[in-house]
């Protein structure tokens, strides 16, 4: 199969694009400047794409055709983007591809338009133009600095509160956190005599000018009911010092997904996580190491729903690591002082290792499938139960078998009852409509009080008999309190249990 062909199977993205006719040269512009300030890409003229189909062209405009890309690149791009333009032959129609290189000089812009309105980069398959936190952070590319290296001039550095993050440091390199240390860490620097952290040093910190410089590094996780976002089972807000962040997200994680054997090895239990551990922690510290620091108003996202697990970091996936090549040991650093203090750490264990651990892992998961795409300016990665639906079905099945079973067991249940702990007289009224039965078939249809009881059964007062029979049936659990945690509440009422609907039904098919 030709490259052209392999190109042909692949959806528009970061890194492609794809059109019949030559676009207006404004468009064509945005294209390539968008290229060039991100990960490079490719612009192939002559295939349609969607349906995805080789339009070609006529040979005898190629040369034009060619001319007129080069000099639109040329006339309207800025700084100097040199495009590779090559002609390709596929089944007897012709395609101009015309190959954008990552760029040395970003932000590349539309000369008309400057660099604060004509900054455009990649967002999925579309050009976006760049925010004010793009353009500043192509700026620091261009430079070769990181947005974590930068000074803050708000604080000094004996003014920084790292406490935890000196307790943490002990704990995992039994060194000391000295000023030495910290300096040789790049976590503070000498400027016109004064000793001032960088901004890795304020998210390591539990310092208050860390809440209100970075309100958004925090990490939020979720375990939805279901299978889309809607109900909370359970929530959390992760806002401790970074270094802590990623292994306090996998332990929700953790708590949220289940454990079971899945076979022996002699005698001993084979115990399995019902997602691969390994591959979601990986993923988390990637999350919190390489996360983009400088996008304010976004923070890190764990959502776990019935069939999948979701992990979304700000920021887009570096423009040099490529998620479908895991295996290839590939290493790109977007928070350069950050990284090494995480290694020392142990948070990263080996440069270039993560992605193998996560395609190593996988391999033992066949029934787990791993995808990932770029939401906006953010890099999601989901882990989907391809069996889920199949073992929800069966599932409901077994619940239905299981209710039916439930059913003759409490019939059991509740017929003993009758004969050995309600006394004679209510079990002979039990049988004809009494106060007993009454009394929950009335809470049955709303919440009630117990002097809403009592005049819906005609007393003039509440009565001690039905005080007994309400207890009475809170002991059976056939009924419950509204308000459990305040047993003495002016708005405490009644309903009836699962139990006691089921205990209803039973009456219902003994009267029949």
């Keep these: 199969m030709t490259r052209l062909k392999e190109i042909l199977q692949q959806p528009e993205g970061r890194r492609l694009e794809f059109k019949a006719k030559l676009p207006t040269n404004a468009e064509l512009a945005k294209t390539i400047v968008s290229f060039a300030n991100d990960a490079g890409g490719e612009f192939y003229l002559g295939i349609q794409d969607d349906p995805r189909e080789v339009t070609g062209i006529e040979e005898e405009e190629l040369i034009a055709l060619e001319e007129k890309i080069s000099n639109v690149i040329h006339d309207q791009c800025s700084p100097v983007i040199l495009p590779e333009i090559v002609f390709l032959n596929e089944d ?181 996580w019902e997602y691969p551990i390994v591959a979601i922690r990986e993923v988390i510290r990637n999350a919190v190491i390489h996360r983009d620091y400088s996008l304010s108003g976004k923070d890190i996202k764990i959502a776990i729903f019935d069939d999948k697990v979701e992990i979304t970091s700000p920021g887009k996936l570096m423009p040099t690591v490529d998620f479908n090549d895991m295996d290839s040991g590939q290493s790109d650093i977007r928070n350069k002082v950050l990284a090494p ?42 882990f989907t139960n391809k069996n889920y639906l199949q073992q929800h079905e069966l599932q409901h099945e077994l619940q239905h078998e299981l209710q039916h079973e439930l059913q003759h067991e409490l019939q059991h249940e509740l017929q003993h009852e009758l004969q050995h702990e309600l006394q004679h007289e209510l079990q002979h009224e039990l049988q004809k409509e009494t106060l007993y039965s009454k009394v929950l078939r009335l809470v049955s249809n709303r919440t009630l009080s117990t002097k809403e009881l009592s005049v819906a059964l005609g007393q003039k007062s509440v009565s001690g008999q039905l005080k007994k029979i309400v207890s009475k049936l809170r002991k059976d659990n056939l009924v419950e309190w509204t308000e459990p945690d305040t047993e003495q509440s002016s708005n405490q009422k009644y309903r009836i249990t699962e139990k006691g609907n089921l205990f209803l039904k039973l009456l219902k098919k003994d009267e029949e």
């Design 92 to 272: 007897g129609k012709h395609v101009i591809r015309t190959k954008v290189y990552k760029g040395s000089a970003p932000p590349y812009h539309l000369k008309n338009k400057g660099i604060e309105s004509g900054t455009f980069i990649r967002v999925g398959s579309s050009n976006r133009q760049a925010s004010p936190e793009i353009i500043q952070e192509l700026e620091r590319q261009k430079q070769n600095i990181s947005f974590d290296s930068e000074l803050v001039f708000q604080k000094t550095l004996d003014k920084i509160n790292i406490d935890s993050f000196k307790a943490l440091f002990v704990e995992k390199t039994g060194e000391k956190l000295s000023k030495q240390v910290l300096q040789k860490l790049e976590l503070f620097k000498n400027e016109q005599g004064q000793e001032l952290p960088t901004n890795a040093l304020i998210l390591l910190s539990d310092d208050e000018l860390g809440k209100q410089m970075f309100p958004y590094a925090k990490i939020e996780c979720a375990r939805f009911k279901g299978t889309v976002p809607g109900n909370f089972i359970d929530q959390k807000t992760i806002d401790s010092n970074i270094g802590l962040q990623a292994e306090q997200a996998y332990q929700f994680i953790l708590r949220h997904i289940s454990q079971g054997t899945t076979d022996y090895q002699g005698v001993f239990r084979n115990d399995r």
């Design 341 to 382: 203090v995480f290694k020392r750490l142990g948070i990263i264990e080996q440069w270039g290792n993560g992605l193998r651990l996560i395609a190593s892992e996988m391999q033992s998961y066949p029934e787990i499938e791993l995808s990932w795409k770029e939401p906006g300016i953010a890099f999601r990665v989901v």
